[in-house]
């Protein structure tokens, strides 16, 4: 099994392609869990959540994998559960630490922020913020042995450069 993530700051269109991908590639992938946590709580997340988030990623990541031939797609990570604790709450839960430390990914596709901002209700809290986010997701993502490839441009062009680097990179599914 190839997991590969779609990573980055909020608005970077990293849900929009991680299902492209998975249409693409005919391969199941794993929805951003604290996004539906979110919305089935009406309200920002709190310190008191993370574990919470935390085993529900986990929860979804695992069932795309079980489902996974040869490829999976994660709308997110771990990684970036770890990115986001540390900028609103200056913390990672040892819950956090420990999953990351046993996590095993293959390429990060690093959305890159240069399309518009979009709101989202509670999800998302501004253009600043996201430009914030993304340098401290790129200083992650420089500290780790994960290949990574910028996506950035159009919706098209992200499109292109994901599959011709997924394509380099994983298996095929008849090998």
Known sequence: MFRIVLIGAESTGK???CQQLAKHFQANF???YVRDFVECKQRAVKRSDLDTI???QIGYETTACQQA????FHDTNLLSNAVYADYYFQVCPKKLENALDHSQYHLYLFCQD???WIA???QRESPE???ALQKRFQKALEASPIPIVWIEGSFNQRLK???RSIESLAPRKDS
């Open 15 to 17: 849900s929009t392609l």
């Open 30 to 32: 794993s929805r951003e």
């Open 54 to 56: 935390v085993d529900g």
């Open 69 to 72: 031939n040869p490829l999976v």
């Open 114 to 116: 240069d399309i518009p």
């Open 120 to 122: 989202d209700s509670q």
């Open 129 to 131: 913020a996201r430009t």
């Open 161 to 163: 450069t994901a599959i």
